[in-house]
T-cell receptor, first 115, second 114 residues
Framework: DQQVKQNSPSLSVQEGRISILNCDYT??????FLWYKKYPAEGPTFLIS?????DKNEDGRFTVFLNKSAKHLSLHIVPSQPGDSAVYFC??????????????FGQGTILTVHP | DAGVIQSPRHEVTEMGQEVTLRCKPI?????LFWYRQTMMRGLELLIY????????DSGMPEDRFSAKMPNASFSTLKIQPSEPRDSAVYFC????????????FGSGTQLSVL
């Protein structure tokens, strides 16, 4: 059962435009959400996170939006740059017990930014 | 800081052989995680440790898989015997506290079982 889903395997955008990556989750116990970026032959690196008590978090060109009622979050990159080309993973965790620190990842979305 | 260090970077072995993957977490981190990435299942958590103690191994696929953390600076993931379906990229990650979900990942071990 895929509790975190990224339904778009890939996304292609032009440099300077906005990139929007989407993620849906099914587990209502999830209360913390993260985005990771992964380049080939490297491990994922943390990009941005959001707690369920917020609906938006911004860090430079990156903004994450959370819609709890729809169990949906999105990552906006503005403006997109060729160096942003990578695989983006959405991840979620649930508080309490042995769940602390246990992240459930989506399948990933390959973002390609064309010059 | 050197980050999370994994070895080997690549491992090619034959079915039935024992495989040992190694991980050195970031100094001072007290949580360590082993993840596996496949095309079919994406990134899935196999096991994680807090203060060297296994907390959740529900993701370990079979008894052929075992993990240890003998001290705060070293962990191993062993597969015995290995099978072709174990072929994947195995990532180790560490974090500062059990409440900090910001994981720092190693570069991974690409395992190919022939």
């Amino acid at each position: 059962d895929q509790q975190v889903k990224q339904n778009s395997p890939s996304l292609s955008v032009q440099e300077g435009r906005i990139s929007i990556l989407n993620c849906d989750y099914t587990n209502s116990m999830f209360d913390y959400f993260l985005w990771y970026k992964k380049y080939p032959a490297e491990g994922p690196t943390f990009l941005i996170s959001i707690s369920s008590i917020k609906d938006k978090n911004e860090d430079g060109r990156f903004t994450v939006f959370l819609n709890k009622s729809a169990k949906h979050l999105s990552l906006h990159i503005v403006p997109s740059q060729p160096g942003d080309s990578a695989v983006y993973f959405c991840a979620a965790s649930a508080a309490g017990g042995t769940s602390y620190g246990k992240l459930t990842f989506g399948q990933g979305t390959i973002l390609t930014v064309h010059p | 800081d050197a980050g999370v260090i994994q070895s080997p970077r690549h491992e090619v072995t034959e079915m039935g052989q024992e495989v040992t993957l190694r991980c050195k977490p970031i100094s001072g981190h007290n949580s360590l995680f082993w993840y596996r990435q496949t095309m079919m299942r994406g990134l899935e958590l196999l096991i994680y440790f807090n203060n060297n103690v296994p907390i959740d191994d529900s993701g370990m696929p079979e008894d052929r898989f075992s993990a240890k953390m003998p001290n705060a600076s070293f962990s191993t993931l062993k597969i015995q015997p290995s099978e072709p379906r174990d072929s994947a990229v195995y990532f180790c990650a560490s974090s500062g506290t059990a409440f900090n979900e910001k994981l720092f990942f190693g570069s991974g071990t690409q395992l190919s079982v022939l």
